[in-house]
């Protein structure tokens, strides 16, 4: 298990990202999840852990996460899977529990899932008594090589998507891209047409690769580690060269809402 371990981190290919205010370490490699206590142990000195997850990924995922960390384990809070939950009124549940659990300033955040766990849970940890550490370990796709990379985080309200938020950067990102192994078909696709953006925006030799490769991700038992890596490593390369040229969105980073203007129209048009 140790030997597994050091091996799933030897593998591992560290990609500090220069940011100018903020640096997160980013880490992807498959096996990670199982391996990441190091890391973590690192990234959070003597910090008191809680896991943010939803109930689909928290039992696939969150038990062995928490025996990766150091004891006493984490505790875990779930919200219910899905973009509904990403509201104030989740945000405010999972606060009150974290003060009535006695969670200090000594304390940090370790979200685990998908885009919706990310962006509540960095929200909770950007606002959690003025600001406590968060980890992003992305489950899905459009997490790994998007959301959890970048510093945004927030919560969906009635005139929009990610109108109240706040940019608080993780201290790590770990991308375990094995977890795309249970991830449906259709999320998978959702986070491909992300690459396919990268790609276009950014990267042609991506977009050639994508093209040529995309049968073996886009696939019912999901991709094989050496193809889920590389995909993962350079779309997560593209974003992080952008945000690291314009952190708060004032110039190049627009390049990133390439298509998600009118997308995020279309689903309020379509309820
Ligand atoms: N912060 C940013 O920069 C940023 C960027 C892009 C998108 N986002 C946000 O991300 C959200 C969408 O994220 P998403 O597409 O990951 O959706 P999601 O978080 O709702 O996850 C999709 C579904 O997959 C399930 N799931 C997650 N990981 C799984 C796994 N490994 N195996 C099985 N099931 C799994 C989840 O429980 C959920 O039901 C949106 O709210 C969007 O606004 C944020």
Known sequence: ?????????????????????????????????????????????????????????????????????????????????????????????????????????????????????????????????????????????????????GGKTGVDTKAGKNLVGAFHHPVLVVADPRALRTLPLAHLRNGLAEAVKHGVIASPADFVWLASNVASIARESGPADEVAERLVRRNIQIKADVVARDERENGVRKILNFGHTIGHALEAASG
């Open 1 to 149: 298990m140790v030997a597994q371990a050091n091996a799933a981190r030897a593998s591992a290919v560290a990609m500090p990202l220069a940011l100018t205010l903020h640096g997160s370490r980013i880490l992807v490699g498959a096996g990670l999840l199982d391996a990441c206590g190091a890391e973590l142990r690192e990234a959070l000195p003597r910090r008191r852990l809680a896991i943010i997850s939803d109930d689909t990924v928290a039992p696939l995922y969150a038990a062995r996460l928490r025996a990766a960390c150091d004891a006493p384990a984490p505790a875990l809070f779930t919200i219910p899977a899905g973009e509904p939950s990403k509201t104030r009124k989740q945000w405010s549940r999972l606060t009150d529990e974290l003060l009535a659990a006695g969670y200090g300033r000594d304390s940090a955040i370790l979200a685990l899932g998908g885009g919706v766990v990310g962006d509540l849970a960095g929200f909770v940890a950007a606002t959690y008594l003025r600001g406590i550490p968060v980890v992003q370990l992305p489950t899905t796709l459009l997490a790994m090589i998007d959301a959890a990379v």
